[in-house]
Structure formats: structure tokens, C-alpha cells
């Protein structure tokens, strides 16, 4: 169109996916035309006959991102040049993302621009959040604050405004002409369970092949993505509420995801809870088929496992003893002395480091019991996890606990893979926790419960590291003077001249102590013997955890020093089975240790295979598995090493 003054109509095609025709009916309806080039011949005519002064613009729109790529490749296209030898073609894909969140972003904007209008310093505020973030903020974090140590209504209130628009809508409509927020809640939750499941109502009948057995619902509360080219990239999009965010440019490749979501996250378990045994039964052998097939980026599957464990010690709290069909599902927190008493840890006996002499076993349970009470006031809350993209703070925390997600840390991130944010209001704080005097009184506090994960059978060779040093915050946490003198260095061998910045100040969460956290250790792979116990308590003293470390300045080194007398606790879990886990029932924790059987030790698959036969005899004797009745499981392992072929070498003890 070459006339400004003229009009354009857009034509705008939703379900766009009804163009994609069955080429069997395209061959009894219009031969070999289909209805994509039936549509481009009529607007490529019109277009025509209007000429320069307008135009109609054809818009395709559908979650089926097979609509991105409808024409065929120019050379076999008949129709891809004009009478004018120019080439014709489609426009590259626009991903619509700028929906979500768009509610909470909407009364974000509203809220703070009543508040701040009539702000002396509101230019001022204006200007400072402006250069937080290169002309805009990304997140509210005092939106977030407010609603973590708000009021619980409104709280919940702001979880159905995130996301996708969908939930705020529908929960507008349910709750006009009725005053049980409640039960409009609920409704937005049975939406999207309905949605992970095709549409379908959940219950026995919705897992099936078609909805894949509900497995994403798992997707969504592990923060899972399908790999770019599997087709599960577009499937998810197009029929199970995963998030495109990405077209390649040859467009064979989607970028999808499950970001976080918290409606979709209690829909998700909604789909997990409401049939008996659905999990084991359903969800998680379908995820196993497809972490096989490798159509899935599980980030580590011990990780992945984990995961899995805290997200149903968590729900178990939530639920308080409780079935799910009896629960209020209002995302609340929790208390976290319950979320510890689910995993069945504070009323363990301590073992203590070798290195920690000369310690009372009676003064040091008296020191642990000290340091257990003033997480007293702290409270936690999560439905799902979210793919950290670089190193957290406080502001992350505050971020994750107003979503009601715990942290996936990035996978060059030292020490640490998962952590989950817990706070405390300051007005609840009797606890003796110190706290900064020079914040407001709503401004509450903010910690973290760091887990670290490993799969190492039959023990883990740095265990004392790993419970100690890598779970500290001045290891996990990187220091910005150490980055400054590394980057200085690079400059200084370019001959370049450039003075660090002054003002950069240094993560809080990694000025942390020890006794400031909770932390969690995970070994997946270790076998229970009367030596290592299911799960116990290790301690050690401060200055013996930070002995290997580095330190930026002699002040640091004389706080350790004061600390000697103090201990740093760490919760360790060993082995995978309802032992370590009370709240796993057998078929649920038969199916979690099916996944952290060794992929790169095919031996090892056999062992977990013969450990699972060894539980089916033990528990059916009239079992239908012949062979275990004949081959003992020690001939079984000699016939694979011979199939195998494996090779002779040291072994290690």
C-alpha cells in the first residue's frame, strides 16, 4: 500500500490448525488444493483489485505452532512467483508472549500509580527504577513483599492475576453474584487441571494415550522444557499449556517451556492428587518413556528426583493430614518446622565432624536444638519449581515465595542446585533471629533452604565437602571482588586501562552465615548400611567448614576465627526408598528409583533391575516372573557382562 491515507482490514484466523486439512480430504474436497493456498489466492486477488489504496492482511493465530510454516518450501510451490517474477512468501512467525502476567502487571501499574501520583520524591522513585533495569523494572519486588507479608485473601487474590489472562477472566466470571472466593477459586483450579489434560474432567477415564497420561502436569511443577526439535516442543504448546517462546529461523525448532505459572502449577495438583496412585500409575511412567525417548531437557535426573521428593513433602504439609478432596487449595504457607517434621529430621542424633574435637555430644544437641528454634516464626510455601537464568538474591526470593515457586540455580552455579525461599515477618519474629533494625516494620526477613543433590553409588568420595564447604553461602554465591580482580586481570594483560566499579556491592544472601540457612543434602545413589544411616544430622564447627575456603579480607578471616565455638548443621539423606522418605508409599518410591538407575553404567541398570524383582518376589510369591524362580541374580549379571562385553579394569572398593 503506497497511499498513506488508505485503510487496511485485517483478517485475523483463529484455530488456525483447521488449514492444516487431512490430505485425504484436500484430495476429495479440492484435488490438490489445500485450504492455506485457497486463502492466499483469494487475498493475493483482492489485494490486487484494490490496488494502492488499502489492502487485507491476513492474520493466522492458533497455539499450534505448525501454523508458523503452512506454505511449502518455493521450489515446489506453483504459486510462490507472480506473472512479475516476485517471490511470494509468508511472513515469519510473531510469538504472542507478552500475555502473561499481564493482569498482575495491569494492577501492578494501577496500584502504584495511586500511590506514588501525589509522592514528593515520585520523579525521583521514577528515575531510580528506571536505571535498575535500563528503562524498566521486571518485576515489582515490592509487589511481591506485599503480598507474601499481606493478607491472605488478597495474596491469593494476586496468584490468579499471574499467568496467563485466562485464569483472571474466568475468575471474574465465576465469582460475579457470589461471595465465596473460595469456591470461584476452585473453579479457576478445575480450568487448569481441565487444560493439562485436553479438556478432559480429572478423574480415571483423563489418563490416557491421547492426553498423555497427564504428564504435564509434572512438566509444570518440575520446571521442565522438551528439547527445541522433539515433537513435544509443539505438542506441549498446542494441547498442554506449555508456553512458546521461541521460532527458529528454519522453523523446525520451538523454544517452550513451562514458566511459572501458579494456577497452573495447583491445577497441576489437582491432576496428581485427585485418583489414587495417579503418580505412580500414570504420571511418572509417562515420564520416564519420555526422558528415554529424549524428548525431555531434565536439567540431571537426580536433580529432577529431588524435585520431585520436596514437592511432595511440601504438598504433604500443606495438606496437614489431610486427603486432597478435604483440602482448602489456597497456596498458603506453612510453618517451616512442619515441612522439617514431614521429612522426619529434627529429632535425629547429630554426627559430628572429625575435625570438630573436643565437642560435648550433650552441649552440641543443646546448640542444635538452639538453632532449630529460631526458624520457629519462619514460613515456606511452593508449588513448583522455576529455571533460575542467573545467580539469585533477595530481591529472587521475594519473587519466588509471591509465586509460590522454589529455585532451580543455574547449572554452572557452584555448590547448590536447588533452593527454596522461606521468610519471616518482622512483627513475628520472637525467635531471638537478628535482624537489621534499620528496616521497616513491614519489610519482614528473607532466607533460604539450600539442597545440593548427588547420585553417587555406592558412596559420595567428597561427602565431608559436600555437606559443609559447597553448601555454604561464601562458596555457593559468588564474590563480586573476586570477579572485579579477575576481570582487572584480563584487562590489565590487553593493556587495556579500566578501574573496577566502587559502587557494586556484594550479594547479601553470600554475606549469609551458616547458621543464617537451612541446608539439605541429597545422595540418591547411596545404599542404607548401619555405617551410613537413612538420613541423620552432621555438624561441624564454622571455622572447619571455611578452612579450604578464600576469604576477601582480613575481616572475614577474624569473624571465622570468633566463630570457632559455633556449628554449621546440615540434614543429610541417604538412599531413595520410604526409610529416608516416610511420606513415599512403595509404589511411589519404586517408580522414583526406577529413573536414578545409571544411564552411563548399563551394570547398573541390571542391579536396579534385580533389586526391583528381589521387592516384586518378596511381596508376591506367586509372582509370574519364572526366570527368577531359575536364574539367580548373580548368573543374570554374568550373561549381561558377556552381552555386554565388558571389559576387564581396577575396580573400585
Not at 114 to 142: L, Q, R, Y
Not at 170 to 195: F, N, R
Not at 416 to 431: G, H, Q, T, Y
Not at 454 to 460: E, M, Q, S
Request: net charge positive; hydrophobic share 40%; proline share 4%.
Amino acid at each position: 500500500m503506497k497511499n498513506p491515507a488508505g485503510k487496511v482490514i485485517l483478517l485475523v484466523i483463529d484455530e488456525a490448525r483447521s488449514l492444516l486439512n487431512d490430505r485425504s480430504t484436500i484430495a476429495r474436497n479440492y484435488g490438490i488444493v489445500s485450504d492455506f493456498r485457497l486463502l492466499r489466492r483469494a487475498l493475493v486477488l483482492v489485494n490486487e483489485c484494490i490496488g494502492e489504496e488499502g489492502g487485507i492482511f491476513g492474520v493466522l493465530i492458533d497455539t499450534n505452532s505448525k501454523v508458523s510454516d503452512l506454505a511449502p518450501p518455493l521450489s515446489y510451490d506453483p504459486e510462490a512467483h507472480n506473472a512479475e517474477g516476485l517471490v511470494k512468501v509468508t511472513f515469519p512467525p510473531f510469538v504472542l508472549t507478552h500475555t502473561m502476567d499481564a493482569h498482575w502487571k495491569m494492577f501492578n501499574k494501577t496500584s502504584t500509580s495511586d500511590s506514588d501520583t501525589c509522592h514528593p520524591n515520585a520523579e525521583a522513585k521514577e528515575k531510580e527504577k528506571d536505571d535498575m533495569a535500563g528503562g524498566e523494572v521486571p518485576h515489582d519486588i515490592a509487589a511481591y513483599k506485599a503480598i507474601v507479608l499481606g493478607n491472605e485473601e488478597e495474596a491469593l487474590l494476586a496468584l490468579i492475576r499471574m499467568g496467563r489472562p485466562l485464569w483472571w477472566s474466568t475468575y471474574h466470571d465465576e465469582s460475579v453474584g457470589t461471595i465465596d472466593l473460595l469456591q470461584s477459586v476452585k473453579m479457576v483450579v478445575l480450568l487448569a487441571a481441565k487444560k493439562l489434560l485436553l479438556g478432559t474432567y480429572p478423574d480415571g477415564t483423563a489418563y490416557n494415550e491421547t492426553t498423555m497420561y497427564g504428564v504435564a502436569s509434572m512438566l509444570c511443577r518440575l520446571g521442565e522444557r522438551p528439547y527445541m526439535t522433539s515433537a513435544l516442543a509443539s505438542q506441549a504448546v498446542a494441547d498442554f499449556m506449555a508456553i512458546l517462546a521461541y521460532v527458529n529461523f528454519e522453523k523446525d525448532g520451538y523454544l517452550s517451556s513451562y514458566a511459572s505459572d501458579p494456577v497452573l502449577a495447583l491445577g497441576a495438583m489437582k491432576v496428581w492428587y485427585t485418583i489414587e496412585d495417579g503418580l505412580a500409575k500414570y504420571i511418572l511412567p509417562q515420564l520416564r518413556k519420555l526422558i528415554l525417548d529424549e524428548a525431555v531437557d531434565t536439567g540431571g535426573i537426580g536433580e529432577m528426583v529431588a524435585r520431585i521428593l520436596l514437592l511432595l513433602a511440601m504438598d504433604k504439609c500443606a495438606f496437614d493430614g489431610k486427603s486432597y478432596k478435604s483440602f482448602n487449595l489456597k497456596a498458603q504457607f506453612v510453618p517451616v518446622y512442619s515441612f522439617l517434621a514431614v521429612l522426619q529430621v529434627c529429632e535425629l542424633e547429630p554426627i559430628s565432624s572429625k575435625k570438630t574435637a573436643g565437642s560435648k555430644k550433650m552441649k552440641n544437641l543443646s546448640i542444635f536444638k538452639s538453632w532449630i528454634y529460631r526458624w520457629k516464626d519462619w514460613r515456606m510455601g511452593f508449588t513448583h519449581f522455576v529455571q533460575l537464568q542467573v545467580e539469585p538474591n533477595e530481591d529472587t526470593l521475594w519473587y519466588l515465595l509471591g509465586r509460590r515457586a522454589a529455585g532451580i540455580f543455574p547449572r554452572n552455579q557452584n555448590g547448590a542446585d536447588l533452593i527454596i525461599p522461606m521468610f519471616c515477618s518482622k512483627s513475628d519474629n520472637a525467635s531471638c533471629m537478628e535482624i537489621d533494625e534499620t528496616r521497616n516494620a513491614s519489610d519482614g526477613m528473607v532466607s533460604m533452604i539450600l539442597i545440593l543433590v548427588k547420585n553417587r553409588f555406592p558412596t559420595d568420595s567428597e561427602f565431608n565437602e559436600s555437606v559443609t564447604r559447597k553448601l555454604s553461602p561464601k562458596y555457593v554465591f559468588t564474590s563480586k571482588t573476586k570477579k572485579r580482580n579477575k576481570n582487572k586481570k584480563r584487562k590489565a594483560a590487553k593493556k587495556t586501562v579500566a578501574q573496577p566499579s566502587t559502587s557494586e556491592q556484594e550479594n547479601p544472601l553470600r554475606m549469609k552465615s551458616v547458621q543464617d540457612v537451612i541446608r539439605i543434602y541429597v545422595n540418591l545413589g547411596e545404599k542404607k548400611t548401619p555405617r551410613t544411616p537413612a538420613k541423620f544430622i552432621y555438624y561441624a564447627s564454622i571455622a572447619d567448614e571455611y578452612a579450604n575456603s578464600g576469604y576477601d579480607s582480613e575481616r572475614t578471616k577474624e569473624c571465622v576465627r570468633e566463630q570457632t565455638a559455633k556449628l554449621g548443621f546440615t540434614f543429610c539423606f541417604n538412599s531413595l526408598g520410604c526409610d529416608t522418605y516416610p511420606f513415599l508409599t512403595k509404589k511411589l518410591a519404586q517408580c522414583l528409583a526406577n529413573f536414578i538407575d545409571s544411564r552411563w553404567n548399563p551394570i547398573e541398570l541390571v542391579d536396579g533391575d534385580l533389586n526391583r524383582r528381589r521387592t516384586a518376589t518378596d511381596s508376591n510369591k506367586k509372582s509370574n516372573a519364572i526366570s527368577s524362580n531359575v536364574l539367580p541374580d548373580d548368573v543374570l549379571k554374568v550373561m549381561a557382562s558377556e552381552g555386554l562385553v565388558d571389559p576387564p579394569g581396577e575396580k573400585r572398593k
